[in-house]
């Protein structure tokens, strides 16, 4: 009787195992999206990343700027008596140095963010293709029972 029950009615885990597998890789998949169009838009423009530090440095006079405002006057403190020139070759390293930061960063997370959609898509096209051919293998051994 036992045997005549499990005919009749089929085994839905394996079912709803595969239906969580692609809904599941469809959510990872529009996750991945937004990682990816953050990644080309801090490419497109790696000075105006996130990453790096807070300092004006989309220009030197920004820079000097900025500068101005974070020392702040002590009298134990001597005065920075560098000059135009070195702090314009810090400013270019500061530059140069966020710019690098930004571009390396950008790329771990657009090969990351596409890495995780390839495998999305992967597993979404190889579980659907498998529950396809378990519901017609359910529709023909329903068939041949009837």
Same mark, same amino acid.
């Given at each position: 009787m036992n045997g005549d029950r499990s005919i009749d009615k089929p085994n839905r885990i394996p079912q709803i195992y595969g239906y969580t597998v692609c809904l599941i890789a469809v959510v990872a998949f529009l996750i991945s999206i937004n990682g990816i169009v953050d990644a080309t838009f801090t490419l497109a423009n790696p000075m105006h990343g996130p990453y790096g530090g807070h300092e004006g440095l989309t220009s030197f006079e920004s820079y000097e700027a900025s500068r101005v405002e974070r020392t702040v006057p002590d009298r134990?403190?001597?005065?920075?008596?560098? +000059?135009?020139?070195? %702090?314009? %070759?810090? !400013?270019?390293? &500061? $530059?140069?140095? %966020? #710019?690098? @930061?930004?571009? &390396?960063?950008?790329?771990? $997370? &657009?090969?990351? +963010?596409? &890495?995780?959609? !390839? #495998? @999305?898509?992967a597993l979404f096209a190889w579980h659907w293709s498998w529950l396809r051919a378990r519901m017609a293998e359910e529709r023909a051994a329903a068939g041949r029972t009837a």
């Amino acid at each position: 009787m036992n045997g005549d029950r499990s005919i009749d009615k089929p085994n839905r885990i394996p079912q709803i195992y595969g239906y969580t597998v692609c809904l599941i890789a469809v959510v990872a998949f529009l996750i991945s999206i937004n990682g990816i169009v953050d990644a080309t838009f801090t490419l497109a423009n790696p000075m105006h990343g996130p990453y790096g530090g807070h300092e004006g440095l989309t220009s030197f006079e920004s820079y000097e700027a900025s500068r101005v405002e974070r020392t702040v006057p002590d009298r134990n403190v001597p005065v920075d008596t560098t +000059s135009v020139e070195t %702090r314009r %070759r810090r !400013f270019e390293a &500061l $530059r140069a140095d %966020r #710019i690098g @930061a930004n571009r &390396l960063q950008a790329w771990r $997370r &657009l090969v990351g +963010s596409g &890495l995780t959609m !390839f #495998i @999305a898509v992967a597993l979404f096209a190889w579980h659907w293709s498998w529950l396809r051919a378990r519901m017609a293998e359910e529709r023909a051994a329903a068939g041949r029972t009837a």
